[in-house]
């Protein structure tokens, strides 16, 4: 097997460069459209969270004036304490929902807006495995 010769090792490394340049520009490319799709999805996570959140305030604000309201038309003391007792579990009950509705839909959002960036990682995991 004939010796290389200098223009031979100078195009083939020329080769490798240039093909490692583009697999660069790829990786830098996908890259910045991962990050473009995830924060997109991150606005609109964001977005969809704030208009869940003042539903909630909304709603409070219309039980709260509710109970005041039923609070006022008491008339003695043993409907008094049978209307906090049912204002108190209702309040409770009202909470603990709210909360795993929040949590649920941070959860779906957020996953959502991540969803770009872990398909590019497990894209480049494949890559790396062949």
């Known amino acids: 097997m004939a010796n290389p010769t200098g223009e031979q090792i100078s195009k083939a490394s020329a080769d490798t460069l240039s093909r490692s340049a583009h697999a660069a520009e790829k990786i830098m490319k996908d890259s910045s459209n991962t990050l473009t799709e995830s924060g997109k999805g991150s606005a609109a996570a964001v977005q969809d969270l704030t208009k869940a959140y003042q539903e909630l305030a909304a709603k409070n604000v219309k039980n709260l ?30 909470a603990v929902n709210d909360s795993r509705q929040i949590a649920e839909l941070t959860k779906a959002v957020f996953t959502a807006a991540f969803e770009p960036v872990k398909k590019q990682i497990e894209a480049a995991q494949k890559t790396a495995r062949t």
């Open 65 to 94: 004036t509710a109970a005041m309201e039923a609070l006022v038309a008491v008339k003695n003391p043993a409907e008094f304490l049978e209307l906090q007792q049912r204002l108190i579990k209702d309040s409770v009950e009202a």
